[in-house]
C-alpha cells in the first residue's frame, strides 16, 4: 500500500507542476549551516569549515536531482523536459527543422498514400460473410482462357458437388430503363441471380426482402431489388420505394427491396434481378454450348479447402466433356477465392509501389539521420557540456531520441496532409472501374500504419545519432574542441555508409522507374491496327419489346446511320457490335471448307464482329486484300465476310484468301442440310482486340446488312473534336426513337488511354519516387563531401603548399565522392537486380534485368553524384592556402 | 548501479525510522549525525543522500514533517515517525531479527555437524 500512497503523492507533485525547490534548497542551506557551526567549534577556520561541510555533505546537484526524481515522476518529468529541449532546439535552427520535417512529410506521405491503396483493395475485409469461403467458378477452354460458365454445366456442377454447401448462377443483363422515373432514356446493367445469391454471400437487402426460391423458376412474376445508387438517384432514396415499380425493356418490375449501400458486386450493377426473370422464355438456358455472361458462385462446404473443391470440379468437369463432347470438349473448370477475382492484377501493381514508397521513407530517414549527424557536429560542445555537468549518456540519448520523435511526429502530421491530396490525385488518375468497387481512404487502419511508419522512421534515423553519442568520449571532445581525429573519422564512416546506403536504394527505384518508361514507351508504340484520332463512339441496345424482328431492328441502324452521316462535320460513320479495347467480344466456331474436320473442341474459334459498310474505313484499319462491304452485300446477296491477317495466314498459308469459304458453326457431315457457305472477300489488318499488350486472335467481320443486331456501337469520325458532336447524334437518334438511350459514349483516344492508365499510373508514381530518391541522395552525398571538405580545409592548405595543384584538389575531393557512388551504385546494382524480377509481370516487351536500362540509370547516378560533389570541391580548391593554415 | 542504491536506501530507510523512533522529532542534520554516530560508514562522505530517503519515507506516509525552531535559532525541518512507520518498523525490525538470527546460525555451523 505504501507504494500506492508514494506513486499518489509523486503524481499529485507532478501534476501539481510547481519546480518548488524551496523546502529542498532550505534544509540543504540548514544541514549545511549547523555542519559548519561543528566544525567552527572544532577550531576550523570559518572559510575551512564551510568547505568540509560541503564536502561531508555530498554532490549538491547530484542529491538535488534524485530528491527531484523522489518528489515527480522522472520519467514523465524528463520526457516534458525532452519535449520542450526539443521543440525549443528545433525551433533555433528552422532551416533544418523545416529541410528535415519535409523529407520525411514525402516520404510519409507517400506511404500513408500508397497503404491507403494496400489497404483498400488488398486488405480491407469484402462485405460479405466469411468471404475466405467464397470462390468464383469459371469454364476454360484453351483457345479462349477463362469464358463464362453454360447454364446445363451450371446444373450439373451444383447436383454433383459436395464440396461446396451452396452455388448460384449470375447472369449480367442490360436494360433499357425509360418512363416516369428517368429524364432521358438510358441504359442500365444488373446480374441475373439464383434466389439463394445473397444468402450465400451473407447480404442482407438494406430495405425489404431478399429473394425467395420460387423466384428462380421461369414464369416468375417481374421483381427487381434497385442498387443503393439508383434507388438514390432515381428514387430519391424514399423509403416506401417498395412496391413501386420500375420499366426495364418496357416490362413493368415491381421492387421488392434495396441492395446496403457497401454492396459490392463483380459487376457493376444497378438493379438485381431473380434468375428465373433470365430463364423465363429463354432458349439458352436449355443450351449446353452457349456461354453468355455468366459466373458462377459457390460457399465451400464446412471443412471443404479450395484444392479439395479444385480437384472435384476437375473431375466433374472433365466427366461432363466426356459425356458432352459437342459441347464440352476441352473445357475445363476454374476457381479462384472471390478476393482474387476483386484483386486482379492490382496485387503485384499495388505491393512494386508500396515496396517502392518504402525505399523513399528509407533514404528520407537516411538523409534526416544525415543531417543529424551533421548539426550533431556542431552541437559537439553542447553536449559534451551536458555530460560533463553530470547529465548521463543514456539521458542525453533519450533526448536526442525525443527530438527524432518530434521531428517524425510533424513529419507525419504534414504526411498525412499530403497523403491526403495524394490519393485524390492518384484517384482521379485510375479509370473508375479498376479498383472494382475498393474504398480508398485515411481509416482508422491507414492511420495506424501512419503511425508505425512514424515510429520507425524516428527509429531510423535517431539511432544513428543516439548510438553515434552512446560511443563518444566527452572529455576528448572538451578537450579538443570536438575536432578529435578518430571521433570525426567513425562520424564521416556513418555518414559515409548512409550516404551510399541512399545512392543504392535510389538507383534501385531509378531502375524500377526506367524499366517502367521503356515498357510504357513499348506499349504506346504497339500498332493497335486501327487510328484512334477523332473518333466518336457510343452504344445503343435495341430492347426485344420493340424491335422483335429483324427489318425493324436494320430500319433503325439504317435510319441512324443516314443522319449521322448527314451532320455537318461528320467525316464517316459506322456502326460495329464490338469495340476494341472494351472487352466487348463475340466468337463462334467456324468451319473452314476443306479442312479436315477437328474434335468439337479443336474448331477455330475467331472472334466475330458484325460491322457497316464504312466500319474499315471509319476505324482506320487496313484493307490488305479484296474489298470491304458494300451497300450491295444485303439480305439478298450472297453471304459474304471479311477475315483478318491471321486467320487468313493459318487457314490458307498458301492461297489467295479471297473466294475462299468457311461457314458458322461446326460442320456436321451426317446433316441432311447442306452447309450455308460464307465467302471471304477481303483481309483486314490485325487489330489489338484485347489490349496493346495482348496478342491478336483470330477475327471474321461479317456485313451488318446480312447480319441485324440489337446491340450495337456507333463508330463516328468527324473532321474535328468528336465530342462536339455528341448532342446532335443525341438528337437524330431521338427523331428515330425517343426512348432509345444511347450509353458508353467516349473517344476512341480514351478508351485507348484507358487502356494503358495503370501501367502509366506506375509509371508516373515510380517516377516521381525515384526522382525524390535522386535528389535525396544527391544532397546526402553533397552533405558527406561539404562537411569532409570543410574538415579539412587544414589538409588541403598544407597540400598546397607542398606544391598540390588544384587538379590534384579536384582530383582528390572527387575521388571520395566517386567512391562512395561507386560502390552505392554496385550495392544498387545487385539489389536492383534481384528486386525488378518481381515486378516482371507488370513489364511489356522489357526483360527485368533489361541492360540498356540499369547502364543508364547507373549513368544517370553517376553524374548526379559527381555533379553533387562538384560543388564543394570547387570549394576545396578555392582554398587559399595561407588562410586555410591559420584555420585551427 | 541501480540495485545497490536500493539497497542503500532500504538499509537507510531503516536507520532513520529507528532514529526517529529513539529520538522522537528531530531534523534531517540531527539524523545525520547519530547515524554517523552509530555507524561511520554509510553517511561518512554523503550525507546529502539522507533528504531524497526521507522525503521518500514521507511520500509512504511513514513519516511526517513540519518546519520549527532549530538550536541556532533558524528554521529546520523536524521529522517525526507516524502510526504507519512504527508499524512498518516493526514489521522490519522482526524481519531483520530473523534474517539476522538464520545468518548467525549458518556462521556458527561447523564442518563436523553437517556430517
Redo the contacts between chains.
Keep these: 500500500m505504501?507504494?500506492v500512497?508514494?506513486f499518489l503523492?509523486?503524481l499529485t507533485n507532478f501534476l501539481a507542476w510547481q519546480p518548488n525547490d524551496e523546502?529542498?534548497n532550505?534544509?540543504?542551506e540548514?544541514?549545511i549551516?549547523?555542519?559548519t557551526?561543528e566544525y567552527l567549534r572544532a577550531g576550523l577556520s570559518p572559510e575551512e569549515a564551510r568547505r568540509q561541510a560541503r564536502?561531508?555533505?555530498?554532490?549538491?546537484e547530484s542529491?538535488k536531482e534524485?530528491?527531484r526524481?523522489?518528489?515527480g515522476l522522472p520519467l514523465l518529468d524528463n520526457l516534458l523536459q525532452d519535449l520542450r529541449y526539443g521543440l525549443r532546439t528545433l525551433r533555433k535552427s528552422p532551416g533544418f527543422t523545416a529541410i528535415a520535417i519535409f523529407t520525411l512529410a514525402l516520404g510519409i506521405g507517400a506511404n500513408t498514400a500508397i497503404f491507403s491503396f494496400v489497404y483498400g483493395v488488398l486488405l480491407a475485409p469484402l462485405p460479405y460473410h466469411d468471404a475466405s469461403q467464397l470462390v468464383v467458378l469459371n469454364e476454360t477452354t484453351p483457345r479462349v482462357g477463362t469464358v463464362s460458365v453454360s447454364y446445363p454445366n451450371f446444373i450439373d456442377w451444383r447436383a454433383q458437388s459436395h464440396s461446396f454447401s451452396e452455388m448460384a448462377y449470375v447472369e449480367q443483363m442490360s436494360f433499357n430503363l425509360a418512363g416516369a422515373t428517368v429524364s432521358q432514356p438510358e441504359n442500365i446493367q444488373g446480374d441475373s441471380v439464383s434466389p439463394n445469391f445473397l444468402s450465400i454471400m451473407g447480404v442482407h437487402p438494406f430495405l425489404g426482402r431478399d429473394f425467395v426460391p420460387a423466384e428462380g423458376n421461369s414464369g416468375t412474376p417481374r421483381v427487381l431489388l434497385l442498387g443503393y445508387q439508383l434507388w438514390q438517384s432515381h428514387f430519391g432514396s424514399d423509403s416506401n420505394v417498395v412496391g413501386r415499380s420500375i420499366a426495364l425493356d418496357g416490362n413493368d418490375f415491381v421492387i421488392v427491396g434495396v441492395l446496403p449501400p457497401n454492396y459490392r458486386s463483380l459487376d457493376k450493377i444497378d438493379v438485381m434481378l431473380p434468375l428465373g426473370v433470365w430463364t423465363t422464355n429463354n432458349t439458352d438456358t436449355a443450351n449446353r454450348g452457349n456461354r453468355g455472361d455468366s459466373t458462377v458462385v459457390g460457399r465451400l462446404a464446412p471443412g471443404a479447402s479450395l484444392a479439395q473443391a479444385r480437384a472435384e470440379m476437375e473431375g466433374i468437369a472433365s466427366r461432363l466433356a466426356k459425356e458432352y463432347p459437342e459441347d464440352n470438349d476441352q473445357f475445363g473448370v476454374q476457381l479462384r477465392q472471390i478476393r482474387d477475382v476483386f484483386v486482379g492484377n492490382l496485387r503485384a501493381e499495388i505491393l512494386v509501389l508500396f515496396a517502392a514508397v518504402m525505399f523513399v521513407l528509407l533514404i528520407a530517414s537516411a538523409n534526416v539521420a544525415n543531417l543529424f549527424l551533421v548539426r550533431g557536429a556542431a552541437r559537439t560542445k553542447e553536449i559534451a557540456l551536458r555530460m560533463a555537468f553530470g547529465a548521463s549518456r543514456s539521458r542525453i540519448i533519450r533526448q536526442l531520441l525525443t527530438e527524432s520523435f518530434v521531428l517524425a511526429f510533424l513529419g507525419g502530421a504534414l504526411g498525412l496532409a499530403f497523403a491526403f491530396a495524394g490519393i485524390h490525385l492518384i484517384a482521379r488518375l485510375i479509370p473508375q472501374d479498376t479498383l472494382m468497387g475498393a474504398t480508398i481512404g485515411l481509416n482508422g487502419a491507414v492511420l495506424l500504419f501512419t503511425a508505425g511508419v512514424v515510429v520507425l522512421a524516428a527509429f531510423v534515423f535517431g539511432m544513428a545519432p543516439a548510438v553515434h553519442w552512446a560511443k563518444r568520449d566527452v572529455q576528448g571532445e572538451l578537450k579538443e574542441g570536438g575536432r578529435t581525429s578518430s571521433v570525426g573519422a567513425a562520424q564521416n564512416r556513418l555518414r559515409g555508409f548512409l550516404a551510399v546506403a541512399e545512392i543504392s536504394l535510389a538507383l534501385v527505384l531509378l531502375a524500377g522507374a526506367g524499366l517502367m518508361l521503356k515498357s510504357l514507351y513499348r506499349l504506346i508504340k504497339v500498332n493497335p491496327g486501327f487510328q484512334t484520332d477523332r473518333v466518336l463512339t457510343m452504344e445503343m441496345y435495341l430492347s426485344s419489346q420493340r424491335y422483335s424482328k429483324d427489318p425493324a431492328v436494320l430500319n433503325f441502324w439504317r435510319q441512324v446511320l443516314d443522319g449521322v452521316r448527314a451532320l455537318p462535320g461528320v467525316e464517316s460513320a459506322a456502326l460495329g457490335n464490338h469495340i476494341p479495347l472494351t472487352d466487348s467480344h463475340g466468337r463462334t466456331d467456324i468451319t473452314i471448307e476443306g479442312m479436315a474436320l477437328p474434335k468439337p473442341g479443336g474448331f477455330p474459334h475467331p472472334d466475330t464482329h458484325t460491322v457497316s459498310s464504312d466500319y474499315i474505313r471509319t476505324l482506320g484499319m487496313v484493307l490488305e486484300r479484296g474489298r470491304t462491304f458494300t451497300d450491295t452485300d444485303n439480305q439478298t446477296s450472297p453471304e459474304v465476310a471479311l477475315v483478318n491477317d491471321k486467320l487468313a495466314r493459318q487457314f490458307w498459308p498458301n492461297d489467295d484468301p479471297i473466294g475462299k469459304r468457311f461457314m458458322w458453326g461446326r460442320f456436321n457431315p451426317a446433316s441432311k442440310t447442306p452447309p450455308k457457305w460464307v465467302t471471304v472477300v477481303g483481309v483486314v489488318g490485325d487489330t489489338k482486340m484485347y489490349g496493346l499488350a495482348n496478342p491478336s486472335r483470330l477475327e471474321v467481320y461479317a456485313p451488318a446488312e446480312q447480319n441485324a443486331e440489337s446491340d450495337m456501337d456507333l463508330l463516328v469520325k468527324s473532321r474535328l473534336d468528336p465530342s462536339a458532336l455528341t448532342s446532335e447524334i443525341r438528337g437524330v437518334v431521338a427523331a428515330v426513337d425517343k426512348d432509345q438511350p444511347i450509353f458508353a459514349i467516349a473517344t476512341m483516344n480514351k478508351i485507348v488511354s484507358d487502356g494503358v492508365s495503370a501501367p502509366r499510373l506506375i509509371l508516373v508514381l515510380l517516377g516521381l519516387f525515384s526522382l525524390l530518391a535522386v535528389i535525396l541522395a544527391a544532397i546526402g552525398i553533397y552533405g558527406v563531401i561539404s562537411y569532409s571538405v570543410a574538415q579539412r580545409t587544414h589538409e588541403i592548405g598544407v597540400r598546397m603548399t607542398l606544391g598540390a595543384q588544384r587538379a590534384d584538389i579536384l582530383r582528390l575531393v572527387l575521388g571520395q565522392g566517386g567512391k562512395i557512388a561507386l560502390i552505392g551504385i554496385v550495392i544498387g546494382m545487385v539489389a536492383a537486380f534481384a528486386l525488378t524480377r518481381l515486378m516482371s509481370g507488370l513489364l511489356f516487351s522489357v526483360s527485368a534485368g533489361d541492360p540498356a536500362t540499369f547502364a543508364a540509370v547507373a549513368a544517370l547516378l553517376v553524374l548526379v553524384a559527381l555533379f553533387a560533389c562538384y560543388i564543394p570541391a570547387r570549394r576545396a580548391i578555392r582554398v587559399d592556402p595561407m588562410i586555410a593554415l591559420r584555420y585551427e | 548501479m541501480k540495485q545497490k542504491k536500493d539497497v542503500m536506501q532500504g538499509t537507510l530507510a531503516l536507520m532513520i525510522l529507528k532514529t526517529l523512533d529513539v529520538l522522537g522529532p528531530v531534523h534531517g542534520y540531527g539524523i545525520a549525525r547519530r547515524i554517523e554516530q552509530i555507524s561511520r560508514d554509510v553517511l561518512a562522505v554523503n550525507q546529502g543522500t539522507l533528504y531524497p530517503v526521507l522525503l521518500k519515507l514521507e511520500q509512504e506516509g511513514a513519516i511526517a514533517s513540519e518546519w520549527s525552531a532549530s538550536e541556532n535559532n533558524r528554521r529546520a525541518r523536524f521529522y517525526r515517525l507516524t502510526k504507519e512507520g512504527r508499524k512498518q518498523l516493526r514489521a522490519a525490525t522482526r524481519d531483520w531479527e530473523q534474517t539476522a538470527a538464520i545468518i548467525g546460525r549458518f556462521f556458527e555451523v561447523k564442518a563436523e555437524d553437517l556430517s
Design positions: 505504501s507504494f500512497k508514494r503523492a509523486r523546502r529542498m532550505e534544509e540543504i540548514e544541514h549551516a549547523q555542519q557551526t564536502l561531508k555533505f555530498g554532490a549538491a542529491i534524485d530528491y526524481d523522489e518528489r
